[in-house]
Every structure is written in structure tokens, then in C-alpha cells.
């Protein structure tokens, strides 16, 4: 499968006012009548720099739980250098439930409670720590992307995976991986070997797969 119906996209969820989460979606919401969601920092962020379109509906998520057709989605707070960055706790109506967490320099409590429990946990595997500190990226930027509201490395990803499998979690998706400093392979090499030392199995215990590289990202089916 490779094609979505538009018709079936009912809502849209935004974790951040960053560029590279938001390029392109006044003009497919505009287009296609979807509401978005965020919380009220993004929201506001987007409105003083001008990204909101006069076609588009935008709510602010409080504490309560958004409810699109069957499915409940609450948002936790995330650790990054934008106005109100969150990720997303999805309910599913047969009770399975995900979590969604990506653009976060070091996982909280309040993350890590969030995911507890989720069925599918789709988190940030960003980077490899020698190949950013190698690459080509401006001092600033590495110095940016290492800090604590900076992006989670392969490392700091792998190491809170075992913990999740013991509190329920079966399937993986690692995200947001950097085109310029990780490979698929450093991703999925650093959670395998992090869940191996603590004596799980992938396809036993857990699955684990990669979404696409940052900037060329397909649809992803539950
Ligand atoms: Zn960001
Ligand atoms: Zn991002």
C-alpha cells in the first residue's frame, strides 16, 4: 500500500512549530478542511510568525484528551528548544494504545510514564553521536542537537527500550533519524544491542523496524 485516502485523515497533530514539522501543512490542512491540533505554545509560536491560514482550523490541547472519531489522543510534555514541544499518547477503541515521541533532547519522567504500557512506541533514534561530532555541522549546531532540548541519540534511545518492553511495549519504530549524521543500521544495531543485554529477543519479545530518513518520510501503518 502506497496510497492514503485524504478523506480518511481526520485530524492532524503537530509536536512543534519547527520548519521541518510544519512546511506544507497550512496548504494540505487548507486544502483538504483538516483540523489541526497542538498544544497552546506551538499554536501561539505559529501564529506570531505567521504560519496559520485563514482555511484552517487550529485547537489548543489542554490536559483533556482530543477526541477524533474512535480514537483519544492526549499529549506529554517534551524536552526541546522550541515554545511547547509535546508528544502524542494515542487510544485506540480495542484498548492498544501509542505513544509518539520524537524531538526530545533527554527523556523525562513524564515521557517515559507516557510510554509505559503503549503497545507501539514510535521514538526519536536521531543521531550517532561520533558521526555528528565528525560531520559537517557548524559547532553551534552540534552543541544544539547534544543538549538536553536537542535531539535523542542512538545511544540515549537504545537505552530506554528494555525498560519499556518490561512495561508492555512489543513493537518499535525508530524516528526522526538524521539524514546527515545516522545510518538505518547504527539505529537499529544500538536498540538491538541495548535489549539484548537485557535478554530480549527481537521478534520474540519485541519487533523493531526505522521509519524513513527525516525529509523523505512515507505514510506509517498501525
Ligand atoms: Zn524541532
Ligand atoms: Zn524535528
Redesign the pocket.
Known amino acids: 500500500m502506497n496510497q492514503i485516502d485524504i478523506n480518511s485523515v481526520r485530524a492532524i497533530f503537530i509536536?512543534?512549530e519547527?520548519s521541518?514539522?510544519i512546511r506544507g501543512l497550512n496548504v494540505f490542512a487548507g486544502k483538504h478542511k483538516i483540523p489541526v491540533y497542538s498544544t497552546k505554545g506551538t499554536l501561539e509560536a505559529m501564529h506570531e510568525y505567521s504560519f496559520v491560514d485563514a482555511r484552517v482550523s487550529y485547537t489548543a490541547m489542554d490536559d483533556k484528551p482530543v477526541t477524533v472519531g474512535e480514537v483519544s489522543v492526549d499529549k506529554f510534555r517534551t524536552s526541546?528548544?522550541?515554545r511547547e514541544?509535546c508528544g502524542f499518547k494515542i487510544n485506540m477503541p480495542d484498548g492498544r494504545k501509542i505513544a509518539f515521541a520524537t524531538?526530545l533532547g533527554h527523556i523525562s519522567d513524564e515521557v517515559l510514564t507516557s510510554a509505559y504500557g503503549c503497545d507501539v512506541v514510535v521514538i526519536e533514534s536521531n543521531h550517532d553521536v561520533r558521526m555528528l561530532q565528525n560531520g559537517s555541522y557548524p559547532y553551534q549546531l552540534k552543541r544544539r542537537i547534544l543538549s538536553d532540548c536537542g535531539?535523542l541519540s542512538n545511544e540515549a534511545c537504545a537505552s530506554i527500550l528494555p525498560n519499556l518492553v518490561k512495561n508492555g511495549t512489543t513493537r518499535f519504530l525508530l524516528a526522526h533519524l538524521s539524514a546527515e549524521n545516522n545510518l538505518p543500521e547504527l539505529a537499529i544495531q544500538a536498540a538491538l544491542m541495548s535489549l539484548k543485554s537485557s535478554k530480549m529477543q527481537v521478534d520474540i519479545d519485541f519487533t523493531l523496524s526505522v521509519a524513513p530518513v527525516q525529509t523523505k518520510g512515507d505514510f506509517i501503518v498501525f
Open positions: 509536536t512543534h519547527h521541518d514539522h526541546h528548544d522550541s514541544s524531538d535531539h
